[in-house]
């Protein structure tokens, strides 16, 4: 079975600053997708940004980009120029590419972003 | 644009007592999941569904039961509820196996 951790609970970052958010995950399948979603006081799910494991280029989201180190399991999401409405859980998600049990998210433990004025 | 949409928002209920959360997509999706988000455990997929008339148990599913009578509706049952059900729920929805997943706005559920 696939696991996704988050080791830090919680982080703040002043605005306009840089914050780095890690994940590293566990898997033995080849080919997967990793997320990042964004979830506000309001409870919404929302994608941030998507990876495709044969994909060696880092996506990237306007200010959010990720670093993503196959042979590590590592994916972290990168905030730049961060600002108030950045302030969020984030989780880091996990899913196999041909999974013929659905579309099943792994989720991460989640991270708390608070972003000081 | 409604998306994906859960019914009831907020619930509260006595231990031993039944409820049916109502989850609809309105994007003709095939795949529909249920899924619970605890403190610290991100969230944990309890049933799922691939089509019509179809469901499956996913991470979690002891507690629950779910039905898909009609492709946009998935509905997640507690017949016994108890303390340990205290819990966010969210539905989410897909159009394929390898597309983005849709989530409601979730539903707080308090069992006392």
């Known amino acids: 079975a696939q696991t996704v951790t988050q080791s830090q609970p919680e982080m703040s970052v002043q605005e306009a600053e840089t914050v780095t958010l890690s994940c590293t995950y566990d898997?033995?399948?080849?080919?997967?997708?990793l997320f990042w979603y964004k979830q506000p006081p309001s409870r919404q799910m929302i994608l941030v940004i998507r990876?495709?494991?044969?994909?060696?280029q880092n996506a990237t989201e306007n200010r959010f980009s990720v670093n993503f180190q196959k042979a590590a399991k590592s994916f972290s999401l990168k905030i730049s120029d961060s600002q108030l409405g950045d302030a969020a859980m984030y989780f880091c998600?996990?899913?196999?590419?041909?999974?013929?049990?659905?579309?099943?998210?792994?989720f991460g433990g989640g991270t708390r972003l608070m972003v000081k004025p | 644009n409604a998306g994906v949409t859960q019914t009831p928002k907020f619930r509260v209920l006595k231990t031993g007592q039944s409820m049916t959360l109502l989850c609809a997509q309105d994007?003709?999706?095939?795949?529909m999941y249920w899924y619970r988000q605890d403190p610290g455990m991100g969230l944990r997929l309890i049933h799922y569904?691939?089509?019509?008339?179809?469901?499956a148990k996913g991470e979690v599913p002891d507690g629950y039961n779910v039905s898909r009578l009609k492709k946009q509706n998935f509905l997640l049952g507690l017949e016994s509820a108890a303390p340990s059900q205290t819990s966010v729920y969210f539905c989410?929805?897909?159009?394929?196996?390898?597309?983005?997943?849709?989530f409601g706005q979730g539903t707080r559920l308090t069992v006392v």
């Open positions: 989410a929805s897909s159009y394929t196996v390898n597309t983005e997943a849709f």
């Open positions: 569904s691939v089509g019509e008339g179809t469901t």
């Open positions: 998600a996990y899913r196999n590419r041909n999974n013929n049990a659905g579309n099943m998210l792994t």
């Open positions: 898997t033995s399948e080849s080919d997967y997708y």
């Open positions: 990876q495709e494991a044969y994909k060696q």
């Open positions: 994007m003709n999706h095939e795949y």
